[in-house]
């Protein structure tokens, strides 16, 4: 918890960077009557609009603790493979329809709101290095939304050496059930791409687990997105990486859905580079 009253926690930092996580706070996940919990930074879910940018203005306020942040840019997500360079791209406030942000500016924070998908920040180790927060679920993986995230990247950077990525908080294997033809799909249009450096063969091998219900399998998309992120030369920092399903404290779409909830709050991963010291 970085400040009270707001359900966040530094993932990583150092000297050039800061990589934080948002949870829902007090939430009873598997109440019908409590929709939102604490923290809902999302403004498409039916939320309380008002509401909502109290709190993104809240979480702004707890994260210029550790950066010097003017503002925080957020997506209106579409499971697409846009990205957005938040130095030219951006001139208004109104989110702009993409999955992944990128910028080399250190006042600017970049924010990726999740509930279940896999977000990804991605960094590198020099004061000019430029950032990256993406937007990765099963669709973004297929289409390639990490490798167009450090494509793009790669051109603000004369060279990005030793990058590094986060993993944020998603859904896990065991809680991740998709039909056999869906994931045989995915494994073909990956490794048609050349996203991982494998057959699809043996990438169906390495994320897929059989199920018990016919036709059904487990998909590990943690393990995919690590994969892709490898295959590009970047190094995941984290170990572990919880899971939004399990987890009480974390929005889940699956597990609201299950639950019979009518709606599901979102929770964010955010990226900002720190000022150069003087």
Excluded at 138 to 165: C, D, E, H, R
């Amino acid at each position: 918890m970085m400040s009270d009253g707001v359900p966040v926690g530094v993932l990583y930092q150092d000297d050039g960077v800061l990589v934080v996580q948002t949870r829902a706070g007090v939430f009873d996940k598997f109440d019908d009557t409590d929709l939102y919990g604490e923290f809902n930074l999302g403004l498409h879910v039916n939320d309380n609009p008002k509401s909502v940018l109290q709190r993104r203005a809240m979480l702004l306020d707890a994260i210029s603790a550790y950066a010097a942040i003017e503002d925080i840019h957020w997506l209106n997500q579409i499971h697409g493979d846009t990205v957005l360079d938040v130095d030219a791209d951006m001139p208004s406030l109104q989110a702009v329809s993409a999955d992944a942000l990128i910028t080399k500016s250190s006042n600017h924070a970049l924010a990726i709101m999740t509930a279940d998908c896999v977000p990804v920040a991605i960094f590198g180790q020099n004061q000019d290095d430029g950032i990256a927060c993406i937007h990765a679920g099963w669709q973004g993986l297929v289409n390639g939304i990490i490798a167009k995230s450090y494509a793009k990247l790669s051109t603000k950077n004369t060279a990005m050496q030793n990058p590094k990525a986060i993993i944020g908080a998603c859904i896990s294997q065991g809680s991740y059930q998709i039909t056999d033809a869906l994931a045989k799909r995915i494994c073909d249009e990956v490794t048609a791409q050349s996203l991982v450096n494998m057959t699809a063969s043996d990438l169906y091998d390495s994320i897929i687990i059989p199920s018990d219900d016919a036709g059904k399998v487990n998909i590990d998309i943690v393990k995919l997105a690590r994969l892709e992120l490898e295959h590009l030369g970047i190094e995941v920092v984290n170990d572990s990486v919880p899971c939004s399903y399990l987890e009480p404290t974390l929005y889940s779409y699956r597990a609201q859905t299950h639950a019979g909830k009518l709606a599901t709050g979102r929770m964010a991963l955010l990226i900002a580079k720190k000022q150069a010291k003087t």
